[in-house]
C-alpha cells in the first residue's frame, strides 16, 4: 500500500492564481480530511468527508473548496490563492469516524509559498 | 471541544526512558486520549490512543490517571529518531474524526 499520497509537494502560485492540492489513498478508508499548518503551530482542520458525495466544513474553511467523487481521492482547490493561504497543507484518511478510537494516517504534506 | 495542556519542551539523553506529560481536566467519560508526533518536514504519525486503561504497543506506553484528567506518554528508550513534536489529542466519540492539535510538546534527545 502506498498509504496517503499528495501531490504536489512544492508549489509557487502568484496572489489571485487557483490552484488544486491532490490527495489519493489506497486503503479504502472512508474518512478523508485537508489541514494546514502555519510556522510553529499545530495543525488545523480545512475540509473533512465521511464518504463519497459528502463533505463538511472545518475551523478554517474560507478559501478552500472540496468534492469527493470516490473513496480513493479527496482534492482541496484554492478558487483564488491568497499570501496568508501560505503554509503546509496535510491529508489524512481513517477507516471510521465515529468510534472515537479510528487512527489517522497522513501525507506527507504539499509546501504552498503566495506571492 | 475538551483541551489539552502540555509542555512547550522537553529533553532526554539516548537510550533513557521519556515521560511527556498530558492534561486534560475538562475530559468526558467517552473521550479518547490519542498521541500523535510529527517528525521534522513530515506530516503527523499516530503513535498510540487508549480510553481508561494503560496501553502499550511497540512505539511507546500510554499511562492514564485514574481520573483520567491526565495522562502520560513514556518512550522505553529514547532514540535520536525520536526528537519531534508530539501532540496529545481528545477524540469525542461520535464527534466524527476531527484533530484539534496544540502547539505539543518538542522533544529534543541528545547523545
Known amino acids: 500500500n502506498a498509504g496517503v499520497t499528495q501531490t504536489p509537494k512544492f508549489q509557487v502560485l502568484k496572489t489571485g492564481q487557483s490552484m488544486t492540492l491532490q490527495c489519493a489513498q489506497d486503503?479504502?478508508?472512508?474518512?478523508m480530511s485537508w489541514y494546514r499548518q502555519d510556522p510553529g503551530m499545530g495543525l488545523r482542520l480545512i475540509h473533512y468527508?465521511?464518504?463519497?458525495?459528502?463533505?463538511d466544513q472545518g475551523e478554517v474553511p474560507n478559501g478552500y473548496n472540496v468534492s469527493r467523487s470516490t473513496t480513493e481521492d479527496f482534492p482541496l482547490r484554492l478558487l483564488s490563492a491568497a499570501p496568508s493561504q501560505t503554509s503546509v497543507y496535510f491529508c489524512?484518511?481513517?477507516?471510521?469516524?465515529?468510534?472515537?478510537?479510528?487512527?489517522?494516517?497522513f501525507g506527507p504534506g504539499t509546501r504552498l509559498l503566495v506571492l | 471541544d475538551a483541551k489539552t495542556t502540555q509542555p512547550n519542551s522537553m529533553e532526554s539523553n539516548e537510550e533513557e526512558p521519556v515521560h511527556l506529560p498530558c492534561n486534560h481536566s475538562?475530559?468526558?467519560?467517552?473521550?479518547?486520549i490519542h498521541w500523535y508526533r510529527q517528525l521534522p518536514s513530515q506530516g503527523p504519525e499516530y503513535v498510540i490512543h487508549?480510553?481508561?486503561s494503560n496501553v502499550n504497543n511497540r512505539m511507546a506506553s500510554l499511562a492514564i490517571a485514574e481520573d483520567r484528567k491526565s495522562s502520560t506518554l513514556i518512550l522505553h528508550r529514547a532514540t535520536l529518531r525520536d526528537a519531534a513534536v508530539y501532540y496529545c489529542?481528545?477524540?469525542?466519540?461520535?464527534?466524527?474524526?476531527?484533530?484539534?492539535f496544540g502547539t505539543g510538546t518538542q522533544l529534543k534527545v541528545e547523545l
Open positions: 489524512a484518511s481513517s477507516y471510521g469516524h465515529q468510534g472515537g478510537w479510528e487512527t489517522q494516517y
Open positions: 486503503m479504502n478508508h472512508e474518512y
Open positions: 468527508s465521511v464518504g463519497a458525495g459528502i463533505t
Open positions: 475538562t475530559i468526558s467519560g467517552t473521550d479518547y
Open positions: 487508549g480510553l481508561t
Open positions: 489529542i481528545l477524540r469525542v466519540t461520535g464527534g466524527g474524526n476531527k484533530l484539534t
